[in-house]
């Protein structure tokens, strides 16, 4: 059996769902760095290989496209931030740990772009099949977690599904939404053979039973909009709903009470079964943070051009009284929203390009839906991240979702014109 190239950098990309999450829970109850770098090993060996892979082979000629400048920029902002941080005395930082996530962050961006340079004239590839399988094995790591007795170090709420293996449990409710709408992406392409249709279906209704039981509202809230989206073919309209997500958090804080009545409908009632009027309104406590950051960009506070550094609002005190509400210290508190932290962090600088990247990503992914090509399932999931990223902190830095996201935007900033050997040995398997 002839062993190529693009084998082994497959399995490795399909194993690093599994050691992301492993790796983040050795990070609180081992060793910060320890575990960050694990999160990310097959990635690290990914890249090992394609760098031996260039200095050896002559004919591997990969090309980018101009736009992966914007990735470039946003990686460097990143490591300027971590940086200031760490100069500005962030007690969650020291010099060990910040050139860990610089380094982390770098894999996480990069490692995607290596993926599909080995998989460019690939015709039997799917990212679709790679993302399904990768974060089914994770999610199935967290189940045999749970049944041995781990949780989640991080984050808990009694009586909610608390795997371990994630970054706080909306984490996990963020992965079983994503595998959902894959499935539902796979679902619309056609999915061959009884036996899988059936799988399919199995698996589409255990992960709903997994994702009620975790009860993000506000996770279950875009999975079900999105899908909406999709059945009337909105999804489509990629300029106009990328528009619209940008104003993600004033239209929840607006309308608020009509969600509120949403949720207490007898078929939300039954699922969420937490329907309160104070807790919806005030968004289990978002709201404040929400408003406090959507005041912070309005009026163009501190940073507003290049950043405050790492976890930037802990510098200015723009959430710091806030800290008796939620019985943490400030370190320990987050705005609850990627596209404020990356703001508070990064700057205005650094966000651009990210957003450039976004819309980049939901217009080439959109193109593929419309030619049937099979990564044309992943429609869904792009604006899952769409609007994901406005409301939770899934997509921010070194979390599970910005690696599900550069994994996809990668796809739209390499060439196709890439010349690759592929064949590493030939040997029977």
């Known amino acids: ?39 990310v090993l097959p990635l690290i060996l990914i890249i090992l290989f394609y760098i031996a892979d260039l200095l050896l082979s002559k004919q591997f000629r990969p090309k980018l496209k101009p736009t992966y400048l914007l990735a470039l920029i946003f990686n460097v ?11 500005n005395g962030y007690p969650a930082l020291n010099n060990i740990s910040t050139l860990t996530l610089s380094l982390v962050i770098t894999i996480i961006i990069h490692a995607p772009f290596i993926l599909q340079f080995y998989n460019n004239d690939n015709p039997q590839f799917t990212l679709t099949d790679l993302l399904y399988w990768g974060l089914t094995i994770d999610i199935f790591l967290n189940i045999i977690g749970y049944a041995a007795g781990l949780r989640n170090p991080i984050h808990s709420i009694e009586g909610r599904l608390n795997f371990p293996f994630g970054q706080g449990f909306y984490s996990i409710a963020n992965t079983l939404a994503i595998i959902n709408l894959i499935i539902i992406g796979k679902w619309m392409r056609g999915i061959r053979g ?63 009470e009509l969600i509120y009545r949403i949720l207490s ?18 968004f289990n406590g978002r709201r404040n943070l929400w408003e406090r950051g959507i005041e912070w960009f309005s009026t163009a506070g501190d940073g507003f051009l290049v950043g405050n550094g790492y976890h930037g609002y802990y510098y200015i005190g723009l959430i710091n009284d806030l800290e008796e509400f939620w019985s943490k210290s400030a370190i320990n508190l987050h705005m609850h929203s990627s596209a404020l932290e990356f703001a508070l962090s990064i700057g205005i600088v650094g966000l651009l390009p990210l957003m450039a990247l976004l819309f980049l990503g939901l ?21 899952y991240l769409t609007f994901i990223f406005q409301i939770d902190n899934f997509v921010y830095i070194t979390n599970y979702g910005a690696f599900i996201f550069f994994t996809i935007i990668a796809t739209a900033l390499v060439q196709k014109s890439t010349v690759i050997n592929h064949n590493l040995v030939h040997a029977p398997i």
């Open 1 to 39: 059996m002839e062993v190529r190239k693009s084998h082994i950098i497959n399995l490795l990309f399909l194993c690093s769902f599994p050691f992301f999450g492993l790796g983040k829970y050795a990070a609180q109850v081992l060793n910060f760095s320890f575990g960050q770098v694990f999160s």
């Open 265 to 282: 409908t007898p078929l939300f009632s039954a699922l969420l079964q937490r329907v309160s009027y104070k807790d919806i309104v005030a």
């Open 363 to 383: 217009a080439h992914i959109r193109r593929m839906a419309l030619n049937n090509h099979k990564d044309g399932a992943l429609l869904g999931v792009i604006f």
């Open 194 to 256: 009884l036996g899988m249709k059936i799988f399919s279906i199995l698996h589409f209704l255990l992960n709903l039973v997994l994702i009620m039981g975790v009860n993000s509202r506000l996770s279950i809230l875009i999975f079900v909009l999105i899908i909406m989206l999709w059945m009337v073919r909105a999804l489509y309209q990629h300029r106009l709903l990328f528009a619209i997500s940008l104003f993600t958090i004033p239209l929840l804080l607006s309308f608020s």
């Open 77 to 87: 902002c990143c490591i300027i931030s971590l940086y200031a941080g760490l100069r």
